[in-house]
């Protein structure tokens, strides 16, 4: 049997590197999720604190059934963390922003203290290092005790759900086969399988239990139109079970026509967002991921690209069921690292098998602007051949992109590694006129008719504090964001080759090196202030632009 206790209150934390021998009264009282940085993260400047915390909760001896396993459950420790339990250091995960296990069976006593530093500082080797948005650190996203049985699914594979279900659709989309998979761990003779209601059984051999169900007919998870979710369940005689959502729908990435779901047309048109809030930092609640959805959703959006890591679980979850198309992405940003790149490969492993379930993700997204701090050099390049190669070998049904930065040669060898590329372009804000990026998009084609390219990034600095009657570029008004965003609109609606859009951002976020625009450690791109409490002008656009009408009438003056 499969408990799950949360372990998110009765904490202490203080910005030490010393590992306590008894929980520190002294130390400050925290509840998880949370984040030494959220004010400091958003402030920018010289006050901005990076370096090693610790945590520390004492806890009683679980119940465990004879032969049973304890294990704790990180889902975010920002950005490597180490784990101790009774003084006995049992852990060491570097990234930031996935979920890893450690089984704590062997060294539990009646009580317990469980002790675990983060550290967000910087180093060579764990990625994101330089990049224009703030390295939050903490237990920024909750802990959980889970005891089970002593054959229990796998809980300490790359912190996988212990269970796959990737479906295949027939070629008229009538019918799907879904081939179940599952991991135990501990003897066991077979796996229950169950979806909606029907039953299959599965030998467990060396470890793994597989099964192929039919659904005929199949409904679809067909976007914003119908997100139809199926849930498949595993039960082991143990009396252990885990469960997944899936959703059954093709993709296709045109390079003359765009992007196609189940077999039609389906232009992609939405924003990127960041994870964090003002007041909060990254230390979120699920309250708070569904209420940057709904807005994602006020729009008329039907894609969000998840920058610059892997988001939160609950937020993958809103995107299946909201129908959104997701672009999800490892923090491999900005400036290469030699030493790295074991890193940005475990933590795509993590991205990929934590995540192959969600139908919303269409792409795996190798790097962002990697050539803004250097040159596509050999060792760049080997780095994202191996990405590429491990991402088809954990998942042969979706592609991998790329978002490259706008200063990129179109003739890069980078450009031919990923499946699918996208380009970064601000003309208009940082460089240039509006008019080139309709010219830059024009001659890429041109040149290139059968690579398929999207737009990955574009937008302009608001602040609402500054409105003018002449807007003009690189005055931070909401007004020239508004005159930016109804050119790109146009621009994007010409060029209906692009398989996916994202604007610059839908919400302000921290970056804790920008000083402009009359805010500190703040980007100001968002259509919405990092509070989400002012949808600007360039908002009602978008919604204007893209929202349905007839359900979401509305006039914004």
């Given amino acids: 049997m499969r408990t799950i206790t949360d372990f998110c209150t009765g904490w202490r934390f203080a910005k030490t590197a010393s590992v306590p021998a008894a929980l520190p009264e002294s130390w400050e009282a925290v509840t998880l999720p949370h984040t030494g940085n959220a004010v400091d993260g958003q402030d920018g400047g010289n006050d901005y604190w990076r370096g090693t915390a610790m945590y520390a909760k004492a806890f009683a001896r679980p119940a465990l059934e004879e032969n049973g396993c304890a294990v704790l459950e990180f889902l975010g420790a920002a950005m490597t963390a180490k784990v101790w339990v009774n003084g006995k250091k049992l852990a060491h995960h570097e990234g930031g922003f996935s979920t890893f296990r450690v089984d704590i069976t062997d060294v539990l006593a009646e009580e317990n203290l469980l002790c675990v530093s983060v550290d967000n500082g910087e180093n060579d080797r764990v990625y994101p290092q330089k990049a224009d948005f703030t390295f939050y650190g903490g237990l920024y996203r909750g802990v959980n005790l889970i005891t089970v049985s002593a054959a229990h699914f796998a809980l300490l594979q790359n912190g996988t759900p212990g269970i796959h279900a990737p479906p295949k659709l027939s070629e008229d989309l009538h019918s799907a086969e879904v081939t179940v998979e ?32 039919r659904l005929d007919p199949v409904h679809l998870w067909d976007g914003v139109d119908d997100p139809y979710l199926y849930t498949v369940l595993a039960q082991l005689e143990s009396g252990d079970e885990v469960s997944a959502r899936f959703g059954c729908r093709t993709i296709r990435m045109d390079p003359g026509q765009g992007f196609f779901l189940n077999g039609r047309s389906y232009p992609l048109r939405g924003a990127a967002r960041h994870q964090d809030r003002a007041g909060l930092g990254n230390a979120l609640t699920r309250k708070e991921h569904q209420e940057d959805i709904e807005m994602i959703k006020e729009i008329g959006a039907n894609t969000v690209r998840l920058a610059h890591y892997q988001h939160a679980q609950e937020f993958y979850d809103l995107c299946d069921e909201a129908g959104l198309i997701v672009w999800a992405e490892i923090p491999y940003i900005t400036q290469h690292m030699p030493n790295g790149r074991a890193n940005t490969l475990s933590q795509m492993c993590e991205l990929i098998t934590q995540c192959y379930n969600h139908p919303s993700i269409v792409c795996w997204g190798l790097s962002n602007e990697i050539t803004a701090s250097g040159t596509a050099d050999e060792d760049l390049l080997e780095n994202h051949r191996q990405l590429n190669a491990l991402c088809h070998e954990l998942d042969a049904t979706r592609p991998t992109t790329m978002a490259y930065v706008f200063m990129l040669e179109t003739d890069s060898p980078l450009i031919d590694i990923a499946d699918v590329g996208s380009y970064n372009l601000y003309f208009g804000w940082y460089i240039g006129e509006l008019s080139q990026n309709d010219s830059f998009f024009d001659a890429y084609h041109a040149k290139f008719p059968n690579c398929c390219f999207g737009f990955s990034e574009y937008g302009a600095d ?22 930016y965003h109804e050119h790109l609109l146009q621009c994007i609606e010409q060029r209906p080759y692009l398989w996916a859009t994202h604007l610059w951002n839908l919400f302000d976020f921290a970056a804790d090196g920008r000083d402009e625009g009359g805010k500190n450690g703040v980007n100001q791109k968002g259509l919405v202030t990092m509070d989400r409490k002012l949808k600007k002008d360039a908002f009602y656009l978008y919604k204007a632009a893209w929202a349905d009408p007839v359900r979401a009438p509305f006039v914004h003056i």
Avoid: L
């Avoid at 599965?202 to 597989?210: N, S, Y």
């Avoid at 690189?474 to 020239?480: F, K």
């Fill in 462 to 483: 608001a602040n609402p504090q500054f409105q003018t009657n002449t807007p003009d570029k690189g005055d931070y008004t909401e007004q020239y964001q508004c005159v």
């Fill in 182 to 213: 599952a991991w135990v761990e501990g003897s066991a003779r077979n796996v229950k399988f169950s979806i909606n209601g029907k039953t299959q059984d599965a030998a467990v051999m060396d470890g793994h239990a597989q099964t192929v169900f």
